[in-house]
Every structure is written in C-alpha cells, then in structure tokens.
C-alpha cells in the first residue's frame, strides 16, 4: 500500500489472545493503519467488565471485542452480556465466532487437513490438536512453532473460514462507524 496510515483513533478492537491478534495483523493489518484502529489484547474475556470500565467507552469512543467459543449459554456469553450491559449503549459491540481456539478459524487445507480434528473435553485443545497432527506437543515453545506454521499458511481473506471474516469485518465496521 502507499496510502499513509492514519492516527489511531479513540475506538478499539480487542481480541482475546496473541493468537487471535496476530491472525487478525496478517490479514487486515493494512487496512486497519490505514483506517486507524489498533488492535489490544485483553488476555482473555474473564476481564472484559474491567478492561470496559478502565477504558471509558463512550460516544467516539467505541470498543468491538472478538470473543473465541461465542456460543449460547457459555460462560464466554454471559461475560460478553455483562460487559455490554455495563457500558453506556451503542458503545460496545461484542461478537464472537463458534471455534474453541481462533487456530480453527484458518481453513484446515490451508496445513493439509481435510477438517480439524476433534479433541475430547479435558485435554487442553492446542495440545490434543499437536499430538493429533503428529507435531511436536511436549512443550509451550512446540505450541508457538505450530502456531507460526499454521499462520505462516495464510495468505489472504480466502485462507480464513467465513465465519471469522464476517465477526472480524463487523467489528471494523463498528469502530470506524462516525
């Protein structure tokens, strides 16, 4: 691009991981500098009511927040329902997508699947999905590697399933909204 980008604006995407923040620079990183969002880590959706009442969401002031496993009745959405209702209205909008790790959100071909595998409840998923894939799970470092790999494979939108593009583009949409 040679369009410059623009000063960050008040309003703010926040995303619940390194992961999820990474995924979403790879893929709109430009066009986020170019409408001046920034994109922040909430290091998990346990703090959202906390991180809204530091912020100060107001009018001008937006705050769209990307929430992993966003599923009816989950802990994940009553957290997400309290955090809005706390906020003064039309200041917050809080979507999620169906996946239990946004690394499900990276179409499975893209690292030679036909579809992700399945990891029984109680195995911690990043792991379980490593070992299913025959890669290296001992440690966190294996964690990131596979990580870097799967990111690596992106290339564009078309490498994200649709269901993350929509939320992700929403959440744009709202920010940048005069």
């Known amino acids: 691009h040679d369009a410059r980008a623009r000063v960050a604006r008040a309003s703010r995407i926040w995303v619940e991981g390194k992961h999820d923040a990474e995924l979403v620079e790879k893929v709109w990183g430009d066009d986020l500098r170019l409408e001046g969002v920034v994109v922040e880590l909430l290091d998990g959706v346990d703090n959202l009511t906390d991180a809204l009442r530091d912020f100060g969401p107001g009018p001008g002031r937006r705050v769209g927040v990307l929430v992993d496993h966003l599923v009816a009745g989950s802990k994940e959405s ?23 790790d946004v ?13 992700w595998p399945t990891i029984e409840r109680g195995t911690e998923w990043k792991h379980g999905i ?15 590697r596979a990580w870097q790999r799967i990111l690596r494979s ?6 994200l399933e649709p269901t993350l593009l929509g ?5 744009i949409d709202f920010v940048t909204a005069p």
Not at 131 to 140: D, K
Not at 154 to 159: F, H, K
């Open 103 to 115: 690394w499900q959100a990276v179409r499975p071909e893209r690292i030679g699947l036909q579809a």
């Open 167 to 171: 939320r992700v583009e929403e959440l």
């Open 154 to 159: 992106v290339r564009s939108y078309a490498d």
């Open 78 to 100: 009553r957290i997400a329902a309290e955090a809005t209702r706390s906020a003064p209205a039309g200041s917050v909008l809080v979507l999620g997508h169906p996946y239990v």
């Open 130 to 144: 490593l070992r299913e894939l025959g890669w290296p799970a001992a440690e966190q470092a294996d964690v990131a």
